[in-house]
C-alpha cells in the first residue's frame, strides 16, 4: 500500500530521542523520497496532510539499527573472496537483504586480516550502496592487518604487518584511492572512498605517524587488538583515534596502575596538561583543543537520567548527571556533585553484549563511566542466523568454528571467533546488564554509532531529511517490522496495522 501523495504518517507509537528518552509522537515521512519530513513546515508550507496513516499499536519506531562490525552472515563470510566477482557480490546482496530482520539497516562490513594481495581484489565490491529492500553498506570496516601479535585474537600471524612507512604503508596496503575521504561518500557515489574505519594498534611501527593524516581524509581510526599502555592510547586518541573496537577483548585488562586502553574511559583531568612521563611532542590532534575555555558541545543532547544516580555519593561522574560544566578546572575546587570536564575528548567505544565476550558487570561499569561513547556491535561471523542450531561449521583455511548457543570459539581452542549475537538482541540484553531504559540502549544502536560515523543527520535519528530507516521494536524490544527508505521491507508479524 503506498500514500496517493507520498505522504505517511506513523501514530500510536514511541519515538526514540537522541538522549535516550522516548516520547509519544507522530512522525512524518515522504516515501517517495524515503526521508523523514518536519510535519509542521510539511503542513504550513505544503498545505498537505498523509493520506496513509500506520497505527503502531502503542509500539517503538526506532530508527535502523547500525552495526560497525560485522564479518557476515548467513552462510557468508565478507573475508573470503574467490575470485569470482558476481559470487561475491550475490553474498554481499544476500547478507543486505537478510540482516535487516535483525533491525539494522546500516552496517559497515568488517574484513580481517589478510594477505595482502587480497585487498585491492575485493575493494571495489565493498564500497556503499543499498538498495530498496536491504541494508545500506556505509563502507568497509578494516579490522588489521595493522595489529599486535599477541593480541590478534582468530586473525592469521603471518599477515600482520608493521607500518615503517606511515600513511604510505596503509596506503600500499588498503589502496590510495580507497582512502580518499569523499563527501558524497554516503550516496554511493562510485567515487566514494570503500574504508571508513580502521582498527590498528597504536603502538605498532609508523600507526602512530600515520594517524593524523588519516583522521585528516575522515578515516574513523579504532584502537583495537593491542598491548597499548595509558600513555600510547592517550596519544592515539590526540592522534586521532575516535573509537575503541570490542571494548575488554583482545587488549590488556584494567590495571589500577596502567589503565591501559580500557582506562581511556575514565580520562583523569591529570592527563590534560600531560603528566611529565608523557612525549609532549607527540600530543598535537584535530580533535584536541590545547587551548584552556569551553568545548562546545551539540546543544540538543541531553544526558539520559539513570535510575541509579540516588544511590551514588555526591561527586560521582554518572549518565544521570545533568551539570553541565564546560572547559577544565586548573584548580581544586569546593561546588558538590561537579565533576570538571577535560580538553580531552574521550573515544567511543564498541561493545559486544552477548553475555560471553564481557560480564554483564562490565557491560555496566563501561556505561557508567562513559555512557555517552557507548556503541553495541555484534562481531557476527558468517555463521550469524538467528535460526540455526549449534553444532561444528566450517569456517576459512581449514579452520572451524564451534556454536553453543552464543558462544563461538575455534575448533580445538578456548579462543573466541566473533559472535552469532544479533544486534536487537545486544539492545535488550543491554537494557538488562545496565539497568538503563530501552531507549537509552536504542540508543547505543543507532545515535551513537552515527555519530561516531559522523553521519547522524542521515542516518541513525529522527531528524527531519534524515533516511526513513526504521525498526519497529514491541515495549520488550523485539523486532516487528523493518522499513527501508519508507517502504515496510520486512514483517515478523502483523501487529502493525499498514
Excluded at 549475537?421 to 540508543?443: Q, W
Amino acid at each position: 500500500m503506498t500514500s496517493p501523495n507520498g505522504l505517511v504518517c506513523f501514530t500510536n507509537c514511541l519515538l526514540p530521542q537522541e538522549d535516550g528518552s522516548l516520547i509519544e509522537k507522530d512522525l512524518w515521512i515522504d516515501e517517495r523520497r524515503g526521508v523523514i519530513l518536519d510535519a509542521q513546515k510539511t503542513f504550513y508550507l505544503r498545505r498537505n496532510r498523509p493520506e496513509r496513516i500506520v497505527d503502531l499499536g502503542g509500539n517503538i519506531l526506532s530508527p535502523g539499527f547500525i552495526d560497525l562490525q560485522l564479518n557476515g552472515g548467513y552462510g557468508f563470510d565478507f573475508s573470503v573472496y574467490e575470485d569470482d566477482d558476481e559470487a561475491y557480490k550475490k553474498g554481499l546482496q544476500m547478507v543486505a537483504d537478510r540482516i535487516i530482520e535483525t533491525g539494522v539497516t546500516s552496517l559497515l562490513p568488517t574484513i580481517i586480516t589478510q594477505e595482502r594481495s587480497f585487498y585491492p581484489k575485493i575493494l571495489g565490491l565493498l564500497r556503499p550502496f543499498q538498495t530498496e529492500k536491504s541494508a545500506a553498506f556505509l563502507g568497509w570496516h578494516a579490522e588489521g592487518p595493522f595489529i599486535e601479535h599477541s593480541k590478534r585474537g582468530a586473525h592469521a600471524p603471518s599477515y600482520l604487518l608493521d607500518a615503517p612507512n606511515g600513511t604510505k604503508s596503509f596506503e600500499e596496503v588498503y589502496g590510495a584511492d580507497n582512502l580518499v575521504h569523499q563527501e558524497d561518500w554516503l550516496m554511493g557515489s562510485e567515487h566514494s572512498a570503500a574504508v571508513r574505519l580502521i582498527t590498528t594498534a597504536p603502538e605498532i611501527t609508523g600507526v602512530m605517524d600515520a594517524m593524523k593524516e588519516l583522521n585528516r581524509r575522515g578515516i574513523v581510526l579504532s584502537i583495537g587488538h593491542s598491548t597499548a599502555t595509558t600513555e600510547v592510547a592517550t596519544n592515539a586518541v590526540r592522534h586521532g583515534a575516535k573509537l575503541i573496537t570490542h571494548l575488554f577483548n583482545a587488549m590488556p585488562q584494567l590495571h589500577h596502575r596502567d589503565p591501559s586502553i580500557i582506562g581511556l574511559l575514565g580520562a583523569s583531568p591529570h592527563i590534560s596538561p600531560l603528566p611529565e612521563s608523557v612525549d609532549q611532542s607527540r600530543t598535537a590532534s584535530p580533535v584536541f583543543n590545547s587551548t584552556p575555555g569551553p568545548v562546545e558541545e551539540p546543544s540538543h543532547v541531553t544526558p539520559p537520567q539513570s535510575p541509579t544516580s540516588a544511590k551514588l555519593p555526591s561527586g560521582a561522574s554518572t549518565p544521570s548527571s545533568t551539570t553541565n560544566h564546560k572547559g577544565s578546572r586548573k584548580s581544586l575546587h569546593l561546588e558538590k556533585g561537579q565533576v570538571a570536564d577535560m580538553e580531552f575528548e574521550r573515544p567511543f567505544y564498541g561493545l559486544i553484549v552477548d553475555g560471553i565476550h564481557c560480564h554483564p558487570n562490565s557491560v555496566r561499569l563501561a556505561y557508567s563511566a562513559h555512557s555517552e561513547g557507548c556503541i553495541l556491535i555484534t562481531d557476527a561471523m558468517k555463521i550469524l542466523d538467528p535460526h540455526l542450531k549449534d553444532g561444528v561449521y566450517e569456517w576459512r583455511e581449514g579452520q572451524r568454528y564451534v556454536k553453543e548457543g552464543l558462544r563461538l570459539y575455534l575448533e580445538g581452542t578456548d579462543t573466541l571467533a566473533g559472535s552469532v549475537v544479533t544486534l536487537d538482541k545486544c539492545v535488550r540484553n543491554f537494557s538488562r546488564f545496565t539497568g538503563c531504559s530501552l531507549g537509552e540502549a536504542i540508543k547505543c544502536a543507532t545515535y551513537n554509532p552515527a555519530r561516531c560515523l559522523g553521519v547522524e543527520n542521515k542516518k541513525g535519528t529522527l531528524r527531519p531529511g534524515a533516511d526513513a530507516d526504521f525498526v519497529v521494536l514491541s515495549r520488550q524490544g523485539t523486532v516487528l517490522s523493518t522499513w527501508v527508505k519508507g517502504k515496510q521491507a520486512y514483517v515478523a508479524n502483523r501487529s502493525a496495522t499498514t
